[in-house]
């Protein structure tokens, strides 16, 4: 066991664990980040080279027979037991450590409360204002020490002569600052620590509402809203959920050292509506921007939104033989009264240009956007418009043009709003909505390989599920 080098053991133990699931090669690779931050909370550049040196290894070893592998496992099994990489690590990090410790001070850690400053964190550290001025004064990362905050710790090592040989300034669980004695002054490092991302797959039933369903089947509320969202142009939320609708989603967890910091992405979700399969895909362009797609590249948001404001009621329908309830006469209702508190938000529906905005009688302050394929929307009774659009100026859908009111002929405030198709009248409840722009051509080939790939994990995924949950039935009484 003594003559056997450690690149040799860790290809060995490599070779074993290949022939494991996934499930169990993240976790040994979970024991070494374990190990790690229980030895030692500063990353030295020794424990880095370490982790991607291990993790070289094992992506790299391909046992060239099957045979081979069995072989030398057999021959493992019969000497002595080995030393396992953990434990390795954990002795050459105690090692490390014995040495820091006698060389440097050994680490102590202190809480930033309210009230504290340098000067009573020093004070509390043992150390005089001189050091505070000293650390301080370290070019370009010394100003960051003015900017603590209640929460956030000191990590710090004073040697035997008493001087502070390290100052490490955790800013929270990502971030930090090690300040390091170098002369008669300190340099600083910044240190972020890239999260982990792994894939998560959750699905459920309905039974009584979407948000328990998420619940039950450990997605965060705020996952919930994201996955509403996104088919939230297809679905919605507040009316069509039945019992017995289904999902299945594949997105991110970030995580530090085995422990989760937050959700990340939903990468890829199905939705089944009443019988109806909606699937979404989250593609990022090779400009870097992220949407949401169909598998077949159709984007899964509409060219406009439905209702371009949050409101309490609709008070008025689009009704084509209605009476005026000012005139008393039968005077065509041409668009739908959204009711909502004066002040609301109004948002332009979809993307497109001003191509009026101001006051007009009747209507009041007003505004027109014309949009592509000859859509033009009209957004009627604005306490006041939003001053930075003008006629002319380009709008994106989702931004807020003005805000409900009762100017001109209105009995109680609320956004008047019509849907023009070719100058024709259209019901904004029930008009189709033009889908928003698909995959480009130029993108196409690109998005086809990666929702291919994702669509299997997630049908893969989702089909384990389902097995188990059969067999599961079965085996009841
Ligand atoms: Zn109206």
Redesign the pocket.
Known sequence: MTNFSPRGATRKRAGGIKRFPKRHLLLVTGVAAAVMTVVGLLPSPQVEAKRSETELLIDEFQPESPKETLKELAFEEKAAPLETQAQRLARDEAERLATEEATLGSRKRITIESGDNLSTLFDDMGLSARVVYEVAKTPQLGKNLTDIRPGQTFEYRVNSEGILTQLHYVQNKLESILYEREGDGYVGKKITLEPEVRIAFAEASIKNSLFLASQNAGLSEKMTMELAGIFGWDIDFALDIRSGDSFNVMYEEKYLDNEKLSDGNIIAATFVNQSEAFTAIRYTDSHGNSNYYSPDGKSMKKAFLRTPVNFTRIS?SFNPNRLHPIFKTKRP?N?T?YAAPTGTPIKAAGDGKIQFIGWQNGFGNVVFIQHPHNIVTVY?HQSRVNKRFKTGSQVKQGQTIGYVGQTGWATGPHL?YEFRVNGVHRNPVTVKLPDASPIPKSERARFMAFANKTMAQLEKHGTTMLAKNEKESKQRP
């Open positions: 008025s209702h668009g009264d009627a008047h």
